[in-house]
């Protein structure tokens, strides 16, 4: 069973363009939402992550929008950089157990 | 901080040979994580060791798989005997223990099982 949904599968986005990548999940404990990018050949590296209790979190052109009651969360990756194309994954977590993951989205900023 | 280092990078292998993966956690963290990354299924958690003891192997996918951390630097998982099926890319992980402390990945180990 899939905990956590992710969505799109692939992206493509031109260079300037806002890339947007969403989740959702179904376990009211998880309580932690970290996003990783990973580039081809490397793993995956933590970018951004938030708690419910925000609505927001921004890093540079990276923000993390979540919403408690719909139990969903996106990534918007703003003024997207050809630097930017990797793979995005979402994760969740509750308490002490260990990260579920997202299968992950492809995104390609093209030039 | 050298991160975590995985061996080898890549392993190419006949079906039904033993397969071994090597990983050397960051120093100072006390928690370690085997996943596999394949297309079709994503990032799948196979197990995770809590200093050096084994907590959770329920992602091992068949007694095929086995996993030991002799001590905190130092983890290895051996497939044997390998099936093509077992192709894909194996990360270790290791963080500290314990509230959110971030997941820091190796660079992996692709397998391939012909």
């Known amino acids: 069973q899939q905990q956590v949904k992710q969505s799109p599968q692939s992206l493509i986005v031109q260079k300037g363009g806002i890339s947007i990548i969403n989740c959702a999940y179904e376990n009211t404990a998880f309580d932690y939402f970290p996003w990783y990018q990973q580039f081809p050949g490397k793993g995956p590296a933590l970018l951004i992550a938030?708690?419910?209790?925000?609505s927001e979190k921004k890093e540079g052109r990276f923000t993390i929008s979540f919403n408690k009651s719909a139990k969903q969360f996106s990534l918007h990756i703003m003024d997207s950089q050809p630097g930017d194309s990797a793979t995005y994954f979402c994760a969740a977590r509750g308490g002490y157990s260990t990260l579920t993951f997202g299968k992950g989205t492809m995104l390609l900023v093209s030039p | 901080d050298a991160g975590v280092i995985q061996s080898p990078r890549h392993e190419v292998t006949e079906m039904g040979q033993e397969v071994t993966l090597r990983c050397k956690p960051i120093s100072g963290h006390n928690s370690l994580f085997w996943y596999r990354q394949t297309m079709m299924r994503g990032l799948e958690l196979l197990i995770y060791?809590?200093?050096?003891?084994?907590?959770?192997d329920s992602g091992m996918p068949e007694d095929r798989f086995s996993a030991k951390m002799p001590n905190a630097s130092f983890s290895t998982l051996k497939i044997q005997p390998s099936e093509p099926r077992d192709s894909a890319v194996y990360f270790c992980?290791?963080?500290?223990?314990?509230?959110?402390?971030?997941?820091?990945f190796g660079n992996g180990t692709r397998l391939t099982v012909t």
């Open positions: 992980a290791s963080s500290l223990q314990g509230g959110n402390s971030p997941l820091h």
């Open positions: 060791f809590n200093n050096n003891v084994p907590i959770d």
């Open positions: 938030i708690r419910p209790d925000v």
